[in-house]
């Protein structure tokens, strides 16, 4: 979302280089620029005046300090502003006044409520805790049926009484279904509206009268710009609003809003969505948002799904393959499958420094998830000793496999030349000679990779 406003600030900074003091109007210039792209991002002009003028204090206070070059005050001030501006520090979920919260999500129709009420629990359900799911939008079906199958695959109890009852009613009687059952939480996912009318505000009354929730998370669609900005204000002087929900935080929107909407309302965002599948979701960091923002990655949030996506005991089995030289096509599978749960290179490469901002102009990375799922399709469509033993594929063996994954001939020529590869960069590595290279490789006089 943020890619071209990372771009625009790369340029500003590359700009400012390595000189050493800048006299006032150069940091003038450079703090214009870094206004207009704020403006250009669809940053609230309130939010965008202020910040800059923060950074600018920020700038002449610390030239007297004489530590660090004018240039680089701006960049340290600009970081320092921008998480600031997103909240400043991680807000987490309140904790529950009893022994079985409540959560009640909230939100206009399109913002992706009940899909972010699912996700909500299966990410509370891998921190160990037990969830019950309550259909309170009582005024559409196909939301109810949703929520089901969402939450069955989550692995959550949902608790629903049809569309015949009131939307207080189903979600008291849900609270005290989850709390009997012993849950941790139980997430309400109530009814929305094209707007923020009388109608839904008066029924979100009700049922926060009934439940009584310690969070009251509203879910906002990113890509709408300042009108998030205005929903959020909305909900928050109607219903009271304890944190926020960006959604769609992966798309091609200018971000303004996610940089605006807590500076503007004071509510503070807990969670951004990240992708349609439920594993999208993930804890809000604003020092985090903002080092990717600058282009200097998050290696933190790159760690934290690497750790949740690679089992340490296949590390440990696939490791002993390496060294026996029996690394097979079912391991390919299972690396890419490891890559795919990270997020995809596209969002690695958000999280590395310095590649954010060029990440667009990568030739093929846009195809890059889509050959991993071909590659998938075509590993699959082997057979179990083809995927142990590859040298067994001959001509009318790759015809077949073709066909059974819906692909051509050659693109399993690709995949087996790809594997091959692989293969030998294994073997090269497991040996200790192979390490001693790559560690030689890696080391430049201790100062960055030799290639």
Known sequence: ??????????????????????SEAEVDAALKEIRRALLEADVNFKVARSLVSEIKVKVSQEQHSGALTTSQEVIKATN??????????????????SSTGVILMVGLNGSGKTTTSAKMAQLLRSEEQTITLVAADVHRPAAIEQLEILGGQAGAKVFQRGINVEAHRVSEEGLLNGKNRGDTWVIVD?????????????????IKGVVDPDETLLVVDAMTGQDAVNVAEEFHKRIGVTGLVL???????????????TAVTGIPVKYVGIGETLDGIEPFYPDRLASRIL????????????????????????SDKMKRAEFDLED?????????????????????????A??????????????IVRTEAIIRSMTPSERRQPSLIDGSRRRRIARGSGNAPRDVNQVLNQFKQVQKMMKQMSSTKGQKRLMKMMSQDGNGWKF
Request: proline share 2%; glycine share 14%.
């Open 1 to 22: 979302m943020f890619e071209k406003l990372s771009e625009r600030f790369t340029s500003i900074f590359n700009g400012l280089g390595n000189r050493g003091r800048l």
């Open 80 to 97: 320092g502003e921008l998480i600031n501006v997103l909240g400043g520090e991680r807000v987490p979920l309140n904790a529950p006044s």
């Open 190 to 206: 109530t009814a929305g509206r094209s707007q923020a009318d009388d109608q839904l505000m008066d029924e979100l009354d009700e």
């Open 247 to 261: 959604t769609k935080m992966d798309g091609d929107a200018r971000g303004g809003a996610a940089l605006s909407i």
């Open 295 to 318: 282009g200097m990655g998050d290696m933190l949030s790159l760690i934290e799904k690497t750790q949740a996506a690679f089992d340490e005991e296949a590390a440990n089995k696939l």
């Open 332 to 356: 390919y599978l299972e690396q890419l499958q490891s890559v795919r749960k990270v997020g995809g290179l596209g969002q690695i490469l958000d999280m590395l420094p310095g590649f954010g």
């Open 358 to 371: 060029v990440k667009s102009k990568m030739d093929g990375l846009d195809d890059s998830d889509n050959q």
